[in-house]
């Protein structure tokens, strides 16, 4: 059974709804803490529960059923699979290799295309934070009736409020009838196109028109638009997927798995299918962005953590610290992360220190975009077991 979307945990919805939640990633920026076998998405970062746990309660909390899938990889699925124990383990989907998320995306479209191809999928990253749930599940709710409406992929667009270049951008187009949920109209803008990472000066451009939005990554189409959309524009992929979501529920789905999908172009969805989409024109495309003004955060970086944390709790001299005890002294804008040592602080600022059992990284906070450069040199050197 798939689950029903609900408005206010009382009146559902009659679209089948799907959620499929990208877990496969290394979150390499948030090194020492994060490693291959224990990525970001399944640390607790910004309280007492993980990135992942997070992520799927927000999306139980507005559902009547269980119809949740993870696709991750080898060597995140037990510490998954521990951590989310309402989850049946035969939808928690290893990669047997890591192909970006065009392949993850469509696969999702293709197991569920044999069932109902008007179920609608959402896909939702598993590592970012949300400060508005109740607007988030407000704006889902548009967004998925939206989708259910016709052969349309909806994108969540973040409001910009800095010149960001780590952050995808969406261009929009002319305002369309809005969505309307539980009493309220929700606005809905036409993409012109997708521009991926930016440059400084493009961003600030892009910032000053007051015309473009953060790709937050969490997309909306049915199953049968995104396996139109991949048969049109990755047509070497589908013959792929479609032999992987025949074998699904056979004892031979595993090896078929991994015979095919490795063969997959790896490819972000964004280039896949986003950006040849957004190319027949703004009517045409089909592509469609509600506002995810939910205080939506990706914690991208040690320093975007620490401005999360800073802004969410009290913090003595805008210093964020996580030790057993600690000392300050002129000192301030610092991120520690020493749990089991007294940290002293002494005269600094804007500096990230951060400490494991095996390693200690000291950067500050505007370098901390680079950490993922860390993990470069440790693997080029062979230290695979310090990533």
């Not at 521990?82 to 939808?91: A, D, N, T, Y």
């Not at 937050?216 to 189409?221: D, E, N, T």
């Given at each position: 059974?798939?689950?029903?979307?609900?408005?206010?945990?009382?009146?559902?919805?009659?679209?089948?709804?799907?959620?499929?939640?990208?877990?496969?990633?290394?979150?390499?920026?948030?090194?020492?803490?994060?490693?291959?076998?224990?990525?970001?998405?399944?640390?607790?970062?910004?309280?007492?529960?993980?990135?992942?746990?997070?992520?799927?309660?927000?999306?139980?909390?507005?559902?009547?059923?269980?119809?949740?899938?993870?696709?991750?990889?080898?060597?995140?699925?037990?510490?998954i699979t521990e951590q989310l124990p309402g989850i049946s383990q035969e939808r928690i989907l290893r990669e047997p290799e890591s192909r970006n998320t065009a392949p993850?995306?469509?696969?999702?479209?293709?197991?569920?295309?044999?069932?109902?191809?008007?179920?609608?999928?959402?896909?939702?990253?598993?590592?970012?934070?949300?400060?508005?749930?109740?607007?988030?599940?407000?704006?889902?709710?548009?967004?998925?009736?939206?989708?259910?409406?016709?052969?349309?992929?909806?994108?969540?667009?973040?409001?910009?409020?800095?010149?960001?270049?780590?952050?995808?951008?969406?261009?929009?187009?002319?305002?369309?009838?809005?969505?309307?949920?539980?009493?309220?109209?929700?606005?809905?803008?036409?993409?012109?196109?997708?521009?991926?990472?930016?440059?400084?000066?493009?961003?600030?451009?892009?910032?000053?028109?007051?015309?473009?939005?953060?790709?937050?990554?969490?997309?909306?189409?049915?199953?049968?638009?995104?396996?139109?959309?991949?048969?049109?524009?990755?047509?070497?992929?589908?013959?792929?997927?479609?032999?992987i979501a025949a074998a699904w529920g056979t004892p031979e789905f595993d090896a078929v798995f991994a015979e095919y999908y490795p063969q997959c172009e790896s490819i972000?969805?964004?280039?896949?299918?986003?950006?040849?989409?957004?190319?027949?024109?703004?009517?045409?495309?089909?592509?469609?962005?509600?506002?995810?003004?939910?205080?939506?955060?990706?914690?991208?970086?040690?320093?975007?953590?620490?401005?999360?944390?800073?802004?969410?709790?009290?913090?003595?001299?805008?210093n964020v610290i996580e030790a057993e005890d600690n000392v300050q002294i002129e000192s301030t804008g610092c991120y520690v992360y020493a749990p089991s040592k007294t940290?002293?602080?002494?005269?600094?600022?804007?500096?990230?220190?951060?400490?494991?059992?095996?390693?200690?990284?000291?950067?500050?906070?505007?370098?901390?975009?680079?950490?993922?450069?860390?993990?470069?040199?440790?693997?080029?050197?062979?230290?695979?077991?310090?990533?």
């Amino acid at each position: 059974m798939r689950w029903r979307l609900m408005h206010s945990g009382k009146t559902k919805t009659n679209h089948p709804f799907a959620a499929f939640v990208l877990a496969g990633g290394s979150g390499t920026r948030f090194w020492p803490r994060s490693r291959r076998a224990r990525a970001k998405q399944v640390l607790q970062l910004d309280g007492h529960h993980t990135m992942i746990q997070q992520t799927v309660a927000r999306l139980d909390d507005v559902m009547q059923d269980h119809d949740v899938w993870v696709i991750t990889n080898d060597l995140l699925r037990d510490i998954i699979t521990e951590q989310l124990p309402g989850i049946s383990q035969e939808r928690i989907l290893r990669e047997p290799e890591s192909r970006n998320t065009a392949p993850a995306c469509a696969l999702a479209a293709f197991l569920m295309e044999r069932d109902d191809p008007q179920t609608v999928i959402g896909i939702f990253p598993s590592d970012h934070t949300i400060g508005n749930v109740a607007r988030f599940h407000m704006i889902l709710r548009a967004a998925i009736k939206l989708a259910s409406s016709g052969p349309k992929i909806v994108v969540l667009g973040v409001p910009p409020t800095r010149d960001e270049t780590g952050y995808g951008y969406i261009e929009l187009g002319a305002a369309v009838t809005p969505t309307t949920v539980g009493g309220e109209a929700i606005p809905v803008r036409r993409v012109r196109r997708f521009t991926e990472k930016p440059d400084r000066a493009r961003a600030k451009a892009f910032l000053r028109s007051g015309n473009y939005a953060w790709n937050s990554g969490m997309f909306l189409w049915s199953a049968q638009t995104l396996c139109d959309a991949v048969r049109e524009h990755s047509p070497a992929m589908a013959p792929l997927l479609e032999k992987i979501a025949a074998a699904w529920g056979t004892p031979e789905f595993d090896a078929v798995f991994a015979e095919y999908y490795p063969q997959c172009e790896s490819i972000s969805i964004d280039y896949a299918i986003l950006e040849p989409r957004s190319a027949k024109g703004e009517t045409a495309s089909e592509l469609y962005c509600l506002p995810a003004d939910f205080a939506w955060n990706d914690l991208g970086s040690w320093a975007a953590l620490y401005e999360y944390v800073s802004e969410t709790r009290e913090c003595a001299n805008a210093n964020v610290i996580e030790a057993e005890d600690n000392v300050q002294i002129e000192s301030t804008g610092c991120y520690v992360y020493a749990p089991s040592k007294t940290v002293a602080l002494v005269g600094v600022k804007d500096i990230v220190l951060v400490e494991t059992d095996d390693a200690i990284l000291i950067t500050t906070r505007d370098g901390s975009q680079d950490v993922g450069k860390v993990v470069k040199v440790l693997k080029s050197t062979g230290r695979m077991d310090l990533i």
